[in-house]
Structure formats: C-alpha cells, structure tokens
C-alpha cells in the first residue's frame, strides 16, 4: 500500500492507544479523588506524570502539610473546585500548587499538551480523516462520532458531572473504534500497520508505567514503600483489568513482585507487556518486507529480542528496572526501523 | 397552497422550479407538495435535521480558509429536492454532451493545427493570451484524444430555458456532495423517494472508472490508478477522499510519486510500483515544476515527460482551462457549429468580451444591471454584480475594467430560476444553479442528476459554498 498511507494507520494506532491508555489512568485517578487518602492521589498524580515524562503544569506538586486527613482544606486542594482559582497560593511560599482540576485539564483537554487525550484523539481522529479510504466507512463513523462528543465537552463540565465516567466513555470509544475495526476492517497491510502502531505503544506505555512506578515505590527490601503501598499496586492490577487473574495466580495479598510479574508475564492477559510484544512482532512478520532492507532485517530482529527479554530475562532478572529501561529504548528503536523501512525510506537506489 | 406555502413569493420574471405562474405545481411536482403538506411541523424539523446531521456524522466537510487558520465546515443542505423530469434531463444531457464533445475538438484543435484560429472563428490573441494555454501541449494528442474526461458545466435557468453559466474542465469538484446529498435524501424522505421513481446517481464511482481505464496507456483492463490531490489541506479533500475510495484508486501526494526512466511511479511499503493513470485533482500549475512552475513543491519532477511519452494517462490533460476560459466561452456555440457542423442544444448566457471596444462601451454604460467577471477567476472571486454594487463599488470597479479591459466579461444579470427551500418552518424560493457532470474516456457517460446550489440567503444570487451557498439533492424522474 501507499507508504504514506501505512504510516498514517501507523500513526492512528498509536495516537488511539495513548488516549486509551491516559483515560485509563485518569479514570482510576479521578475515582480516587472520592474516597483515597491524600497521600495516594499525590502518588497518583506524581505516577501519570513520570510515566507520560511530562512536567506537571506550574511549580510542580507537593503534598500539603495538612493534607493527610480527607478533611478540610486538603481535600478541597485535592479535589479541586471549579470556579475557584485553579491555582492556589501555598502559604507565601514562592511556589504555587496544581489542585487536582487543573491536572486533569492538563491532562485531558489542554491542546497545548501533545499528550492531553484531547490531542492524542484529535491526532487519531486527524489520521484517519486523511487515510478514510483505507479504513471502513463504519469505522470512521464511529472514530468521528466520538470526536464530535469529546469536541462539546470541557473540563468544567465532566468535573461538575464525574470525571471518572467521562474517562470511562472515551476508553469506551476506542474499545467500540477498535471492535468494529475488526469486524469491518479488510485485513490487508493497513490493518497490519494500524496494529503495529497499537502494540508498539502499548508496550512502550506499559514499559513507561511500570519504571515510573518503580522509582516511586521501590520493591526491594530495604526501601520501605510509602503508606498505603498495597492499593498503589492494585490500581496497576485495576489499570490491566488484571484483579481477577491476580487472585486467581496468587493470594489475595498483594505483592508488589508478583503484580509486576503478572503484568509483564501473563500471555493470558490481553495488554501484558509480553501480550503486547508478542502481538507487535506477529504483525511485524505478517507484513511483507519493505523496500530497505537493512532495516528490515534490523527491524525483524529487534522485535525478536524484545520478545525474549520479555519471556526470558525478566524471571531471572535482577534489576527490573534496568530491564524496562531496555524494553522502552527496544520500542523507540523498533518505531525508528519501521519508520525508515516502510515509510521514509530513500528511493533513489531501488528497483523500479 | 398550503399553510407552509403561503407566503411563498413567485415573481413572472424569475422562473420558479415547482410553480407555474398562475401558482399551480409543474407537471411531476405535484406529488412533492402533497407530502410537504402532510408532513407535521415536527416531521419536517426532523428531516431537516437527519440530513444535517448525516452530513456532519458523515464528516463531510469542506474547508474555509481565514485569516490564519482553516476550519472545517459543514455545507449547508436544504432537504427539499429539485425535480426534473426526463424528458427535462434528456435535452439537459444531449446539450451537455455535446457541448463537451466540440470543447475536446476544440482542444485537440488549438493544441494541433488551429484550424478554428486559421477560419477567423476565434481570434487568435483570445487563445493565446489566455493565461491557461499551455504552449507545452502543443503538437500532442492525449490518449482517445480526450482532453477532458471529467467536466463539470455551470447551468441556470431563465425564462428563457436553461443556459450554461460555466464550463469546468480543469478540476471541476462538487460530485460528492451529489452523491452526499442523494444518500441523505433516501435516508429521510424514504417514502416520497421511493413513490417518486428517481433515476439513481450512486454508481457515479463506476462510470468515472470505466472513463479512466479506457484512458490507460497500457490497454489492460485493470491499470492501476492514482487520484492526486493537493492534500489535506484542500478545500475538496473530502472529495478526493471519497472518490479514491469509490473508484479504487490510491489517494497520492506528488511527494508520493516519481519518476524514472519515464515513468511514473508510487512510493508503496514495499518498494516502487508503477501508475497508469492519475486522475489529477490539483492545477496544471503544480502538476511538474520541471515543465510548469518551477517554484512549485507540489509536483512531480519529469510528469510531463511520462505523460508525452504516452507512459501513463492525466486526467483531466494539462491545458484544458483554455477552454474554459471566460472570453472563450464566448466563443462555444460557434465551436459546435464548426467542429459538429449542428447548431448547439444548449445555449450560453449572453456575453460581452471588454476586449472589444465596442462591448466595453456597453459594459461600462451599464454596469449597474450587469454581472462583470474577471476572466482569470473563480469561484465568484473578483466579480462584480452591478444591481447589488454601491456607485463607489461600481465606479472602483470600472476603473480596474477600463485599465485592463482584455480581463474582464459582462453578462446581463439573470434571474437564475428559484426552487422552494425548508427555512424557519416554512417553504421560501431560492435561486439555484445545477452542476452536472459528464465523463468521457472513448465514449461519454452521464450520472441523471447533479449538485444544485442553492443561494440560502435570502435574494442573494451567490451559491458558492464559500460564500454562504448551499446545496440540495436534484431528482431526474423516471419517465
């Protein structure tokens, strides 16, 4: 197919799967507001905006001194009210704090944030109004849809209505985009890339998840986990729709190895990290090799080792950070070579 | 007449699409107005809103450029149909082919011998001082001698019958909207549609594709097609989108494309494959920088080459806009005349060519009941309709025809007949004008119906989408 086509399905894949994933994350996150400790939804915050390697908007954040209770003006902090400055002055400090309003806005319609799920759906919706005679009439029907709802709604109004079931309906929407892709789409090399541009994100969202809730709850030992360190660990579990298979392959108490393990291990899982690697090499390989053949070779084999340090290093593995690390550089790379093997390769030396 | 009706306004010099004079619906619209009567207040609402609303969960959009940015748009459609009964759309489409067969004559003439130019039909300075003739093209002949396959003629009607407004033989656009409109009218007028017997438009993807693999220079019966658009950003890209689609043909960029060896060739995933034919979407301009404008980013570097080598089909052929330039135009009766040896079927709105010191008199003693447009222009940019201008508006303007008077052309203003439109509840008349389009590869084809524009604000006579126009589906019934 046209190589510009393959890369705007590519694209699309990608931009979908990212809104997806943060509307996964902000569900979690805005259901917590309701009824977590202060100290949880600061780790939230703190765990979107390492994983998305973004600046939280202002100074940063900081746990207010008093907001250890659920009352009083913690919970107002946190929770945020609309019609009241978004920004609050802390205590003549020369820094100011994000309420929670302001993050979500940040992270949901800002346009000026190219991760905002307002811009990752705009991109995706974007992509397939360009590459709308390559995907079928029904899903671009659904995808537009969609967009037009996301399009009516700010910020102020799913706050004063429930954030989490707004975050819910646009996971909703791109699980419905992506149901009828499979049941209308013609699997030709536009569903191939359109897959492939899936699964490599989720496996570098996944990778980038994971590292950032290592380095705020360390699972070794000697480092003592923040307060309340189990249910930091089963919103990962909730994120992956992963409780019930938890449960099932352990104990009901939670650790934090064994949640790790399940979520990078589990191929009955359908978005574990192997899942997801697994399927990004399957569609590699279903697709025909491309015009530069260096780095189709490249390609072919980078998408292998990823697979085997996935399945294979990882049980045995002594730093798992390190290892994630690998899996987020393996998947920029694999981005690179299927860039330059399909999309941007140079034409000048091939056969006509 | 029924309540909804009864402030509709008919006016003896306007010809009114469904009313006679004396108020009496046409033959073949009686049925209409039954339905539109019975319909409930509530009913009709929500028709006009399905067919808004499909529109818009369609995406079907175009683009308008503002001061800094585009933004995407939703034309305007008007749920009530134009009825037009065969023996209506029969002459309409023997005019129309006709027409386009002398236009491809003409064409295959001024870019070979000239005979026209030789006979004194035409004077030679209206040829080629055109902007649009390409001295590149001369000497060649594009493959079934079709300079033009796909067209997109301007016709309004008066009193007087239907008269063309336009030929669009360069990148004519509109047919989605067509197509658009028609699914959107089957949608929410199912029973009257069905009662009405509507001769179909849909397999319009079919017949343009037929028209362009007997153009492919191979001879094979499935070349391989591209249809090249300037790109997204293009005021008709939905079209083009649709139009890939319909007639199964990439959707190509000129960065898409090059060529070797003459040849044109598509960057696919898996390396270079050949095309046959490119259904071009974009002007002559941008089409080769190596040929045309060298400053284009556009184009496709040796395009041209490929195309005089007979290595692969354009469509339309680079040059075409000569013939549908505003002064020629002028001249199109007279071409049927000398190339078909038959008196036209079709006639033209009458036309002043300023370049004639005799017709620039008339045309600045009467600006103010006259439309005066400038010759290199579309879209009803840089127009002048006297009876709507200020005496400012008209003395600034005489002053840009007097300085240059070989730009400009005048025509009476026509009182483009009216068809009753869905506005605030009730039925008012709009002016329309229709746009068929006709497709010719080794033969010529035309789908029973077009786009009609509608100028929705009230005594406008602008349809131009760009300029507050809308559209409306157009039913040829079946005899």
């Known amino acids: 197919m046209l190589a510009r086509s393959a890369q705007g399905l590519y694209w699309m894949g990608r931009y979908l799967e990212r809104a997806d994933h943060l509307c996964r994350l902000l569900r979690l996150q805005t259901e917590a507001l309701v009824d977590r400790p202060i100290a949880d939804i600061y780790a939230g915050w703190n765990r979107i905006y390492a994983s998305l390697n973004r600046q939280p908007p202002g100074a940063g954040l900081e746990l207010l001194p008093d907001g250890q209770s659920t009352d009083g003006a913690g919970v107002l902090q946190v929770m945020g009210v609309p019609g009241t400055a978004a920004w609050q002055q802390s205590g003549g400090d020369d820094y100011t704090l994000a309420d929670s309003f302001t993050l979500a806005d940040d992270l949901t319609f800002e346009r000026s944030n190219p991760d905002s799920v307002w811009s990752c759906f705009a991109q995706g919706r974007e992509n397939a ?40 309906t646009v996971s909703a929407d791109v699980d419905t985009f992506m149901g009828v892709a499979a049941a209308t789409m013609y699997r030709d090399e536009g569903w191939r890339f359109m897959r492939l541009g899936r699964f490599v994100e989720r496996s570098q969202l996944a990778a980038s998840l994971f590292l950032a809730q290592l380095e705020l709850f360390p699972t070794d030992a000697d480092a003592s986990p923040l307060d309340g360190s189990e249910s930091d660990w089963i919103i990962l579990l909730r994120l992956y729709h992963a409780m019930a298979a938890y449960n099932r392959a352990y104990s009901v108490a939670v650790a934090p190895n064994q949640v790790l393990d399940l979520l990078v291990t589990d191929p009955l899982l359908p978005d574990s990290l192997c899942s997801s690697v697994d399927a990004a090499a399957a569609e590699l390989s279903a697709i025909v090799p491309g015009p530069d053949r260096e780095s189709d070779d490249a ?54 | 007449m029924s309540d909804r009706f009864q402030n509709y306004s008919l006016d003896s010099a306007i010809y009114d699409e469904m009313f006679l004079p004396d108020g009496q619906p046409r033959d073949g619209w009686q049925r209409l107005q039954r339905e539109l009567t019975d319909f409930s207040d509530e009913e009709l609402a929500n028709i006009q809103e399905r067919v808004t609303r499909s529109f818009s969960n369609e995406g079907i959009t175009f683009t308008v450029y503002g001061d800094d940015e585009a933004e995407e748009r939703i034309i305007p459609i008007d749920c009530i149909p134009r009825l037009l009964s065969a023996a209506e759309w029969d002459t309409l489409a023997a005019g129309l082919e006709q027409r386009l067969r002398a236009l491809n004559l003409f064409l295959q003439d001024v870019y070979g011998e000239a005979r026209l130019i030789a006979d004194g039909v035409i004077p030679p300075e209206v040829v080629y001082e055109c902007p649009h003739y390409r001295p590149e093209m001369r000497g060649f002949t594009p493959p079934q001698g079709t300079w033009v396959a796909v067209c997109g003629t301007d016709v309004v009607r008066t009193n007087d019958g239907f008269r063309v407004l336009e030929d669009n033989l360069r990148v004519p656009s509109g047919v989605s909207y067509m197509i658009a409109n028609r699914k959107a009218a089957k949608t929410s007028l199912r029973r009257l549609y069905r009662d009405s017997r509507v001769q179909e438009v849909e397999h319009y993807g ?28 293009n005021s008709a890209f939905y079209e083009h989108m649709f139009l890939a689609r319909e007639i199964d043909a990439e959707l190509v960029e000129g960065r898409d494309l090059l060529v070797r060896d003459g040849f044109v060739y598509m960057r696919t995933t898996g390396g270079l494959e050949r095309i046959d034919v490119i259904y071009r979407r974009v002007d002559d301009d941008f089409l080769d920088p190596s040929v045309f404008r060298s400053d284009s980013v556009l184009g496709i570097p040796g395009l041209i080459d490929a195309y005089r080598r007979g290595n692969v089909a354009l469509a339309n052929a680079p040059g075409t806009g000569v013939a549908d330039d505003k002064s020629v135009y002028a001249y199109v009766p007279d071409m049927v005349r000398y190339y078909l040896n038959a008196d036209p079927l079709l006639q033209n709105v009458e036309t002043y060519l300023c370049r004639r010191p005799d017709e620039l008199e008339y045309t600045l003693d009467n600006l103010d009941k006259l439309v005066v447009k400038r010759v290199g222009e579309s879209g009803g940019y840089g127009m002048l309709v006297g009876p ?57 084809r035309i789908v029973p119906g077009a786009f009609c524009r509608v100028a929705l604000r009230r005594g406008s006579l602008v349809v131009n989408s760009s300029q507050g126009g809308g559209g409306k589906d157009v039913w040829v019934l079946e005899d």
């Open chain 1, 299 to 352: 390609a072919r084999r980078l998408a292998g080792r990823l697979s085997a340090l996935v399945h294979y290093e990882w049980p045995d593995a002594k730093d798992h950070a390190e290892l994630l690390h690998r899996v987020n550089g393996y998947c920029r790379q694999l981005h690179n070579l299927v860039t330059a093997t399909y999309f941007d390769y140079h034409s000048a030396n091939l056969p006509a």
């Open chain 1, 129 to 168: 109004r360009q590459m709308r005679h390559c995907i079928s009439a029904e899903m671009w029907t659904s995808l537009n849809l969609a967009y037009l709802r996301i399009q009516q709604v700010s910020i102020r109004d799913i706050w004063n209505a429930s954030p989490e079931s707004f975050y819910a």
């Open chain 2, 388 to 444: 709507h201008a200020s005496a400012d508006e008209r003395a600034e303007y005489a002053e840009q025809v007097r300085a240059n008077p070989n730009d400009f052309i005048s025509q009476p203003t026509l009182a483009l007949s009216r068809s009753p439109c869905l506005i605030d509840g009730r039925f008012e008349p709009r002016h329309v004008d229709l746009r068929p389009f006709i497709l010719h590869g080794r033969e010529t």
């Open chain 2, 206 to 233: 079919r017949l343009l594709r037929e028209a362009l693999v007997e153009l492919a220079p191979s001879g094979g019966a499935n070349p391989r097609i591209a249809l090249l658009t300037p790109g997204v950003y």
